[in-house]
């Protein structure tokens, strides 16, 4: 063993300039309060002052010992065999690896020097440590033993009673031998008791994700994928058969993606999901999506507006004329926003149309059109014809080509509302996007209306959210944006309401930016993208990262999310 350096954590940390020494101060404070039940790195990642990695990493450096993020593809499984499952999952240590007579450990406390004996004793080998994370050996660990999954897996899908979900519009039972472990029970369990907790837990996706070895489950839960089990590997191309025949799709098919559609009953509630395969080098990633059949619902009030942006953008829907356009990343609630839009301007004298692919949700009163590339059908081919029976108002789900976003332009300037989506980090450069797209800077001033940017950010669950004082570091970057005084904000706790995330549900943050006949000036002169951010600045706009702020100090969302989506 390497000479130890009796060094506190705290000091190790302030020195590598992860911790200030107020941070370290008001932790210190906490562990008292809690009568030092606690270590302090537990309440240092607690209070969000640093992760785990960190604090295991300083302590590695502090030891001379190595830092390793340890995993099943860097472990050698016949290592592990050296000790027992019992011994392994009690100390929370994962042999890696054993050469020439060294048996190479991971730890997540470098400090416990009786393990290291104890390990000596037991195995006859000499001992080597490295430091790791508990949270990757234990991942680590359940790869190597998924053997105690399938218990848990055929005692919690016991659970489920027979009403709780059903399937809809059932295949027949598959007849191709490629499908014969569609009918394996564990598997079709398994399936279940994945599709009746996601919807529980309000996940809109769920990945089953097969690795060197091991197979993962995944909800997507508020943005964010959490790994929820950890099953056999040897029961991936059952639960790969089981979901391809619930879509409707080839099992047999495996070196090419497909895409199909479930629909089934959870608790006497329909749902739809959206099923996609992806093959991959350890085999076919399985992705079922939830359809949220609930957006043709959506009002613009619920979404998160603030009242200005609210009435200003309503201000643009009365207009009944232009392109008006909403943007950002992939899944950051744009056809959400559309449909509460349409939902806003739908009355029975308009002809309103829409364009998607696919089509999400009915809206009554709304002509919904779905389009099929393989038969030509374009977004493009769908635009030229619709507008040949006058419609008021056209929603194209988004403008990805240069003939679409011509034609979009077209029929604004000759009196129609057109919204439509752009993936862009901001509104500005939805400008330079139309301009990249081939319409020309003119064409782009004359029939721009408006720009809507949003992003989501995770809401604080209103029943256990707790106050706190910003740091010294949050507050010299609220300084830097201008947004100085903030003496209370918000972070998350956890309790049962929220299953102990601190999080429950999603709200938008938005900008929108208004293209008056200041600002359509400066676009039909091809003015620069930087230069546009900066004149919007001094009329109207305010970034997204101002609203998400302003959300943060009502307590809404944290400021860390909010930095998070607008980073």
């Not at 016949?78 to 027992?84: G, R, S």
């Not at 440590?129 to 005692?155: E, K, W």
């Not at 038969?375 to 679409?404: C, K, N, W, Y």
């Not at 057109?418 to 993936?423: A, E, G, I, P, Y």
């Amino acid at each position: 063993m390497p000479t130890l350096e009796r060094k506190p954590l705290g000091q190790l940390l302030i020195a590598r300039g992860i911790l200030s020494t107020d941070h370290l101060d008001r932790a210190l404070e906490e562990q008292k309060r809690n009568n030092f039940q606690k270590l302090l790195g537990e309440i240092l990642v607690e209070q969000r002052l640093c992760d785990d990695e960190q604090i295991v990493e300083a302590l590695a450096d502090s030891y001379a010992l190595p830092f390793a993020r340890v995993s099943p593809r860097l472990a050698d499984p016949k290592a592990a065999a050296v000790l027992t499952k019992e011994f392994l999952d009690k100390h929370c240590i994962l042999p890696l690896f054993l050469v020439e007579g060294t048996l190479t450990v991971a730890v997540d406390e470098p400090a416990n020097l009786f393990l290291v004996e104890e390990i000596q004793r037991i195995t006859g080998y000499a001992v080597q440590l490295v430091a790791a994370t508990r949270r990757d050996i234990q991942g680590t660990l359940r790869a190597y033993h998924p053997a105690q999954n399938v218990f848990v897996i055929d005692d919690v899908a016991g659970e489920l009673q027979l009403g709780d979900l059903k399937l809809l519009d059932a295949r027949p039972e598959p007849t191709v031998l490629a499908d014969s472990a569609a009918a394996d029970a564990p598997a079709v369990k398994l399936v279940d008791y994945c599709i009746y907790h996601a919807m529980k837990d309000a996940a809109s996706d769920i990945h089953f994700e097969p690795g060197d070895n091991v197979l993962r489950v995944r909800y997507r839960v508020d943005g964010r994928l959490t790994e929820k089990l950890r099953p056999p590997f040897q029961l991936h191309a059952a639960i790969a058969a089981r979901v391809k025949r619930m879509a409707g799709l080839n099992p047999a098919e495996r070196r090419l993606p497909q895409e199909g559609a479930v629909r089934l009953l959870v608790d006497n509630k329909p749902i739809e999901l959206r099923a996609s395969t992806m093959p991959g080098r350890f085999g076919e990633k399985i992705v079922l999506r939830v359809v949220d059949t609930g957006k043709a619902n959506l009002r613009l009030e619920r979404l998160g507006f603030d009242y200005d942006a609210l009435k200003q953008w309503r201000k643009l829907l009365a207009t009944r004329g232009g392109v008006l356009l909403v943007t950002g990343p992939t899944g950051c609630g744009k056809t959400s926003t559309l449909y509460a839009s349409l939902r806003e301007i739908n009355a029975a004298d308009l002809n309103i149309c829409t364009i998607e692919d696919p089509v999400e949700s009915p809206i009554p009163g709304v002509n919904q059109f779905q389009i099929n590339e393989p038969a030509g059908f374009s977004f493009a081919a769908a635009l030229r014809s619709l507008l040949r029976q006058e419609p008021d108002a056209v929603m194209i789900q988004e403008l990805r080509d240069p003939e679409t976003a011509r034609l979009a332009t077209q029929a604004a300037l000759t009196g129609h509302l057109v919204l439509s989506t752009l993936h862009t980090p901001d509104a500005p450069a939805a400008v330079t996007r139309l301009t990249n797209l081939g319409v020309e800077p003119y064409l782009v001033a004359a029939s721009l209306a408006g720009v809507l940017g949003q992003r989501l950010v995770r809401k604080l669950c209103q029943s256990c959210k707790e106050p706190y004082v910003p740091t010294h570091a949050e507050r010299r970057q609220l300084e830097k944006l201008g947004v100085p005084n903030i003496e209370t904000l918000h972070r998350p706790k956890g309790c049962p309401r929220c299953h102990n995330r601190g999080f429950s549900g999603r709200v938008g943050i938005f900008e929108l930016l208004i293209a008056d006949d200041s600002l359509s000036d400066r676009i039909s002169h091809g003015i620069p993208l930087a230069d546009l951010r900066q004149f919007a600045l001094t009329q109207s706009y305010k970034p997204l990262r101002t609203d998400g702020i302003e959300k943060a100090r009502a307590g809404v969302t944290t400021l860390e999310e909010v930095f998070r989506a607008t980073a």
